[in-house]
């Protein structure tokens, strides 16, 4: 027997591109295009041509296993103090993908080559089930496209009312929760605050966090006491130079970076640390340890980070309404942070 009857149609056992285009009455260059997901082929056309040909089985021999794919975004502005982070993420999701029988396809892109392809078209042309995003910025072309992708997505630290987008990070309204009480407990009551990019969206966050925890203990929140840096340690060197000024005796910085420079900055200027300056960072970059103090920080977990993207994405490519997944931090205490010294 040759031919077997799906949905209605007659088809091939070797269903071959000419017999889609002719059972959904469109042209082979459409299909061709649709299956490659160009960009001047419409969203919709692409999804019926993509459900169609894995329906009557052809695309079994062209991908024998499904696929999630990780789309690495601006990588060039990505940090090497950053690599240890952004490797365990991506081991974290390759080894979730493997325990559930999925191949992981690692794709790159800069911010001029958003606007030549859509998001969907990334998932179409490499022939994936969903898709992980990482380093995305606030003013991306593809920022937007979140709102418009009609494809499993899972952003890292960006959150979308798109129903096939999902949100993975870290609580960082927690981890300013842990910061500061850690701060107030040690006897600290005027508390500075250094923010990463006003571009991440986890910068609102981290603030947010700043902000609920002064209002916990009860302590005035006071703008004079934030500053607005970029998540580098030029920033931190900055912030020192800025906080040197404002009479405060610990400052919760939203990146280690930040705060390792603002440490070398502080020692340039005479301070020992932490007694005349207690430091508190965000992430748990490996530069904390070798820090002089080592730093105390907010830590995250990037390969449960990795995983929990995974099985976000996962579930949102079976239909499973999970959306928005944040982890809890935990509070490392090291040494550059102290018992308030009386004045």
């Not at 949102?316 to 809890?328: C, D, E, G, R, T």
């Amino acid at each position: 027997m040759c031919q077997k009857k799906k949905s209605g149609v007659i088809v091939n056992k070797n269903p071959t591109l000419k017999q889609i285009a002719q059972n959904l009455g469109l042209s082979s260059a459409t299909v061709s295009k649709a299956l490659a997901g160009r960009m001047d082929i419409s969203t919709e056309t692409k999804e019926k041509v993509v459900s169609y040909a894995r329906e009557i089985g052809y695309l079994k021999g062209k991908a024998v296993r499904r696929r999630l794919g990780i789309l690495a975004v601006n990588v060039s502005d990505m940090n090497d103090n950053f690599s240890s982070v952004i490797f365990n993420t991506l081991l974290g999701f390759q080894q979730y993908a493997n325990r559930l029988d999925y191949d992981t396809v690692m794709l790159t892109c800069d911010s001029t080559d958003q606007t030549s392809r859509t998001l969907d078209s990334f998932v179409f042309e490499n022939r994936l089930d969903g898709m992980f995003v990482l380093g995305l910025k606030n003013t991306d072309f593809y920022y937007e496209q979140l709102n418009i992708a009609t494809v499993p997505i899972v952003v890292m630290d960006i959150t979308s009312l798109n129903s096939t987008v999902g949100y993975i990070g870290t609580d960082s309204i927690l981890g300013g929760i842990l910061a500061i009480d850690h701060l107030v407990k040690l006897g600290h009551k005027r508390i500075g605050f250094v923010n990463g990019s006003i571009k991440a969206y986890i910068s609102q966050e981290r603030l947010a966090g700043y902000i609920t925890a002064l209002h916990m203990h009860k302590l005035p929140f006071d703008q004079d006491l934030c500053f607005d840096g970029d998540f580098s340690l030029q920033s931190g060197v900055a912030a020192a130079d800025y906080f040197s000024k404002k009479n405060v005796t610990a400052i919760y910085f939203s990146s280690d970076l930040m705060a390792l420079g603002a440490i070398q900055q502080f020692t340039n200027l005479g301070y020992s640390l932490p007694q005349n300056m207690s430091i508190i960072g965000f992430d748990d970059l490996p530069i904390c340890l070798s820090s002089i103090p080592p730093i105390t920080t907010v830590a995250q977990d990037p390969i449960a980070l990795g995983e929990a993207a995974c099985a976000t994405l996962y579930g949102l490519s079976q239909n499973i309404p999970v959306k928005n997944v944040k982890l809890a931090p935990h509070l490392i205490i090291r040494d550059s942070t102290t018992q308030l010294q009386q004045r």
